[in-house]
Structures are given as structure tokens and as C-alpha cells.
């Protein structure tokens, strides 16, 4: 219309219809109602505690903080906003399947590191605030779809805090940057955001996509093999004048 522009607006995919429907449903059910309202200690068991998950085996506790959030609503709506514009151009790109197996590979991958490192900080520092201090978001999954995102369609140009145009790939190195800044400046379990769980978002995302990179070329060269060892090849010795009819062949 008049030479306008339109903005683009990804379409929200039955997956992400549903990804997004849990994080949202949970978060005012059991969050605002059940726990805000009610008093039912919600986040005490869903959150991730790195002290009980290292400690106690809280082990649920890896995917189920990815659904919970803290109860300032600009939380969740920036994690479901990034989920919907960068998951949905990724899952087209991917297919539904990959695009679950990544999404949850990258956030439970991100809360081990998370664990992993506060767990190592406390035992060296002595500082154990960290242990139980509870994670919640899906940032961590956020940041692993980011990641891909650079890599993927990396010459696209983003704005960074809205302002500053720059490629896709160099807006991830330049996360990265500013995450592992502040774990230097506060601490790996100082702040009130859990940067290292950040990091290790990207970090978790990396290793997947080479992990299944590799894993897919060993599948393609067992598959060959298995084809070379099946060939068979005909060759007809008899004289020109006494060769049937057909040609030499590989099968």
C-alpha cells in the first residue's frame, strides 16, 4: 500500500502455540494463583536449587525451572517474545522434531553448567549462596536458539538494544561478550541474573549442533559402507563377437 513496507511477523507454529501455552499457563496457575494467592510453595520445588539438584537429586528440577518465572510479568514476556520471533524461523528450518530436541538440550544443558559451576565455585570459595539461590526462566533455552540463530542466519541485520544495527553473528559473539563480563564482575552466582546459566545457554547449543553434526556424518558413512559392501561388479570376458546384449554395470 503506497510502496509501504509491512514488518514481518513470523507465524506462531503449533509447537510454539504450545511452548508457549505451558510457560504461560504455569507461570499464572501455579506461580501468580497457586503460590501467590494460595501459598502452595511452587517454585520451592520446580525452581532450579543447584544445592539440591547436586546434592539431594533433585534432578526434575532441570527442565521444570525452564517453565517458571519471576512474577514481574516483563520477564516472561520478553522470554516468550524472543521464543516466538527466533524459535519460529528456526523450527521452519528445522522441522518440529530437532527443534524440541535443541530447545530442551540447550535449557537442561545450560541448568548443568549452572550447577556444575556454582557447585565447583562453592567448594573452592566457600561461598554457598549460590547452592540456594533458586534459577528460574527460559532464558537459558533462549540464549541456545540465539546461538543458532547467528549461526544459521548469521548476514541478517538485528538491532542491538533496539538501536545499533549489526549482523546476527556478531550480536551472539557480542552476548557472549557481555555475559561472560559479568561473571567476571559479579561472580558466577552474584547479581540477580543468572548470567553463567547464559552462557552456558550458548555454550550448550554450540556442542548440540556439532554433536549432531558429527553424529549425522557417522550415519551417512556407516550407510555408505554398507551400500559399498552390496556392489557388485559384472564384467562380461567373453569375446566381442560372443558378448550378450546389456551393459556393464554396478550394483
Known amino acids: 500500500m503506497n510502496g509501504q513496507v509491512k514488518p514481518y511477523v513470523p507465524p506462531v507454529t ?7 501455552g505451558l510457560n504461560v ?3 499464572l496457575l501455579g506461580q501468580v494463583i497457586l503460590e501467590g494467592y494460595i501459598g502452595v510453595p511452587f517454585t520451592r520445588y520446580f525452581a532450579l536449587y543447584p544445592g539440591k539438584v547436586l546434592i539431594e537429586g533433585h534432578v526434575w528440577q532441570l527442565v521444570t525451572y525452564m517453565f517458571l518465572h519471576t512474577m514481574a510479568v516483563s520477564h516472561i514476556l520478553f522470554n516468550m517474545l524472543m521464543l516466538w520471533f527466533i524459535g519460529s524461523e528456526l523450527e521452519q528450518r528445522w522441522g518440529p522434531k530437532f527443534f524440541l530436541f535443541y530447545y530442551f538440550s540447550t535449557g537442561i544443558g545450560a541448568a548443568v553448567i549452572y550447577c556444575v559451576g ?5 567448594s573452592i570459595s566457600g561461598f554457598n549462596q549460590g547452592l540456594v539461590v533458586p534459577v528460574l526462566g527460559a532464558s537459558g533455552a533462549i540464549f541456545g536458539l540465539l546461538l543458532a540463530y547467528g549461526i ?13 544495527p549489526m549482523k546476527a553473528k556478531v550480536f551472539v559473539l557480542v552476548l557472549g561478550a557481555v555475559e561472560a563480563v559479568s561473571i567476571l564482575s559479579s561472580g558466577v552466582a552474584g547479581g540477580d541474573v543468572a548470567n553463567l546459566a547464559h552462557l552456558g545457554g550458548l555454550l550448550s547449543g554450540f556442542l548440540t549442533l556439532n554433536g549432531y553434526t558429527v553424529w549425522q556424518r557417522y ?3 556407516r550407510k555408505a559402507k554398507k551400500r559399498g ?3 557388485r561388479l559384472i564384467v562380461n570376458n567373453e569375446p566381442k563377437d560372443q558378448k550378450k546384449e546389456g551393459p556393464k554395470y554396478w550394483h
Open 229 to 231: 559392501r552390496n556392489l
Open 118 to 122: 556454582v557447585g565447583i565455585h562453592a
Open 219 to 221: 550415519l551417512w558413512s
Open 14 to 20: 503449533l509447537t510454539l502455540k504450545i511452548l508457549i
Open 25 to 27: 499457563g504455569i507461570w
Open 152 to 164: 544459521l542466519f548469521g548476514e541478517r541485520i538485528i538491532h542491538f538494544m533496539m538501536i545499533f
